[in-house]
């Protein structure tokens, strides 16, 4: 049996401070360009020549404002503030590569399906069929008072509506123009025919829709569907919906429980287990040998920022740390913030400062740090060990982050066979499935695909 071969996405945020907070003081690191054009076009052709499957960009709408009851430190750490739209850079970067994917994040609650449905057919064309959709509902409440909302709608409220959403976009995607619907004839004077661009007519609790979708089906028609959620509710969303699936894990043996429970809401949904990639989160410090790793760790440590890291984590909780001593317990409150990170608290035995030391390198990602054999040691028993297909890379500092790991990872992983040696053809479906670039028949947009006019 051939082993699995590790897939790879770029970790990464338009704005300075994404994941590991506090770099951004560091001399070399670059991400307060992240407003210029060169820093996104240039990072992607360095990922392309690395064989990254993907640029994952992530996003948030709403502020950090839950530790100390304001924004004073994501101002001051830059942490996710500013931040600029994601999916206005892929155009640029489309243009200077032809291979890398681009995983987008986009939160549904606040943006009209059928003008998003555009959107990202628009840049699956451009792309050429590289583009995915990370499908998120937001959790901040800064978010809904901005929006216009009292607070934050109830959690799994939000994954019923999400579920619409994605009702409606199929019928846009999958169902509206058939694919013979373009015949770009000018004998005939016919670009379309009319009679195979159907209207959409949806009636439902959340969306009403009627209108035919404004872009001929592009490569994929449904961009590659990634989500994270590892509630009960955020699972059966998955199951039914996502290809990828991003979790976060903290150790071999619970990551293992996550991917276990991916794989089965998908067949629960009348899929196949290997219908989904699950990617993990981590961060990577590599050196040619042990001793020049280290000494980075704990040269990039000196310019991290725990409390930054600390900040970002209670809005993600809905807890303000700010409150609590430094060895005084947390206490565990349910809320409507993230599921997965408030469940890491329920035992209330976390103190700000355990919260601190997890917090080292300003993110409380799993670190692998060594030379390029120990780090292809470690990624290759983390996938084999756990089901994992593959790591969403966060960045350190940038772009010598992604730089080092091309240049030192990447060749041992290919000596060792568990890392492509070049780009598979077709759109990024193909390249991840080797199944076609369209969602397979199993998947639940298929009922969506044979409306009548």
């Given at each position: ?18 994941i ?10 670059t991400?307060?360009q992240?407003k ?12 392309e020549?690395g064989?990254f ?20 430190v ?45 959107r ?15 499908i ?48 770009n004839?000018p ?22 829709v ?12 449904t961009p ?11 699972l ?11 979790i ?14 991916v794989?089965?809401s ?27 790793a ?7 440590l000196a ?11 209670a ?6 740390f700010?409150?609590y ?12 913030a ?8 329920q035992?209330n ?5 355990k ?41 350190t500092?940038?772009?010598e982050?992604y ?28 390249k ?6 369209r ?7 298929n ?7």
């Open positions: 049996m051939t082993a699995k071969k590790i897939l790879l996405n770029a970790f990464n945020m338009n704005c300075i401070g994404h590991n907070h506090g770099l951004w003081t560091h001399p070399r690191d991400s307060t992240y210029t054009l060169e820093y996104w076009t240039e990072l992607a052709q360095t990922l020549r064989l499957d993907g640029l994952f960009i992530a996003d948030i709408v709403g502020v950090y404002d839950v530790y100390q009851n304001s924004i004073d994501p101002l001051r750490e830059s942490i996710q503030l500013p931040v600029n739209d994601p999916l206005l850079l892929v155009s640029a970067m489309a243009a200077v590569t032809r291979q890398l994917g681009f995983g987008l994040t986009a939160n549904l609650t606040y943006e009209p399906p059928y003008l998003f449905a555009r990202m057919s628009t840049l699956d064309h451009l792309s050429r069929g590289r583009v995915g959709w990370n998120v509902t937001g959790y901040l409440d800064s978010a809904a008072k901005a929006m216009g909302l009292d607070e934050q709608v109830e959690h799994d409220r939000r994954y019923d509506q999400a579920d619409e959403y994605l009702q409606v976009l199929y019928k846009l995607w999958e169902g509206s123009w058939t694919d013979d619907a373009v015949a004839d004998a005939r004077r016919v670009y379309a025919e009319p009679g195979k661009v159907r209207k959409v007519r949806h009636q439902g609790e959340f969306y009403q009627e209108g035919y979708h404004l872009c001929e089906p592009s490569p994929q028609r590659v569907l990634f989500q994270a959620g590892a509630s009960d509710r955020g059966l969303f998955a199951g039914r919906h996502a290809e990828c699936v991003f976060s894990g903290q150790n071999k043996a619970s990551t293992r429980a996550q991917v276990d429970k794989r089965a998908a067949v629960a949904a009348g899929r196949q287990a290997e219908d989904v990639k699950v990617f993990m989160g981590l961060t990577v410090i590599v050196a040619a040998t042990e001793e020049a280290r000494a980075k760790h704990a040269e990039y310019y991290a920022s725990a409390e930054a890291g600390v900040a970002h984590f809005s993600s909780t809905a807890i303000d700010a409150q001593e430094l060895d005084e317990p947390i206490q565990y409150v349910k809320s409507n993230i599921q997965s990170a408030t469940k890491h608290l035992n035995d976390w103190t700000r400062r919260l601190l030391d997890q917090h080292a390198l300003g993110g409380r990602y799993i670190t692998l740090v060594g030379s390029p054999q120990q780090v292809a040691d470690e990624l290759i028993a983390w996938l084999d060990e756990t089901g994992l297909d593959g790591f969403n890379l966060a960045r500092v940038t772009p982050s730089v080092d790991f091309i240049d030192l990872v990447v060749p041992e992983l290919q000596r060792r066979g568990r890392y492509k040696t070049e780009y598979a053809d077709g759109p990024l479906r193909q991840l499935f080797e199944q076609g670039a969602l397979p028949q199993r998947h639940i947009a009922e969506f695909r044979h409306l009548t006019a």
